[in-house]
T-cell receptor
């Protein structure tokens, strides 16, 4: 079953603007990761935030995690046309026997207009 | 360092046939996981292998199987192909498992006719 649910499903912005994407999940997590995918290619890891962290930065990316609301947001600042892609959140959930499963949301399509 | 490689990149098969996909992880990575991506269901976890053992499995029928070799290379097999198996199959590797950054290959596009 789908755990991570991204919002909005699609986002269109002008180059230079900020893009904010949200992800919600249902059960407790070990960590939450964000990935980018260009045109049906492989996914590229953007950032990982652990359940005991609240905020993380990487270049133009800022990720927040609110475990009480079971939600995360990804902010891309000063967007560029090259940021046009699909973005996925992936949640790592503890399972019985301390193994984990990685569950992806359906993704957000971001279009950045030049 | 070379990235994750998957072969073949494209494949066309007929219903009822079987197919084997291959994945070579990044050197030193011991965890290899497989995902199926379709427009309708999105990205779904198939299974994860670590040190030649299947450690996690998603909710797929037994027609989907995999294995990992001693050099960490992995294969997945789908038997008795159905039209619904048409998808992009992605392989990812990481140092120790799903709780860490996953490095994805370019995928194998499987079309079942």
């Amino acid at each position: 079953s789908q755990q991570g649910e991204e919002d909005p499903q699609a986002l269109s912005i002008q180059e230079g603007e900020n893009a904010t994407m949200n992800c919600s999940y249902k059960t407790s997590i070990n960590n939450l990761q964000w990935y980018r995918q260009n045109s049906g290619r492989g996914l590229v890891h953007l950032i990982l935030i652990r359940s005991n962290e609240r905020e993380k930065h990487s270049g133009r990316l800022r990720v927040t995690l609110d475990t009480s609301k079971k939600s995360s947001s990804l902010l891309i600042t000063a967007s560029r046309a090259a940021d046009t892609a699909s973005y996925f959140c992936a949640t790592d959930h503890p399972d019985t026997g301390a193994n984990s499963k990685l569950t992806f949301g359906k993704g957000i399509t971001l279009s950045v207009r030049p | 360092k070379a990235g994750v490689t998957q072969t073949p990149r494209y494949l066309i098969k007929t219903r009822g046939q079987q197919v084997t996909l291959s994945c070579s992880p990044i050197s030193g990575h011991r965890s290899v996981s497989w995902y199926q991506q379709t427009p309708g269901q999105g990205l779904q976890f198939l299974f994860e292998y670590f040190s030649e053992t299947q450690r996690n499995k998603g909710n797929f029928p037994g027609r989907f199987s995999g294995r990992q070799f001693s050099n960490s290379r992995s294969e997945m097999n789908v038997s008795t192909l159905e039209l619904g198996d048409s998808a992009l199959y992605l392989c990812a590797s990481s140092w120790t498992g799903l709780s860490y950054e996953q490095y994805f290959g370019p995928g194998t596009r499987l079309t079942v006719t």
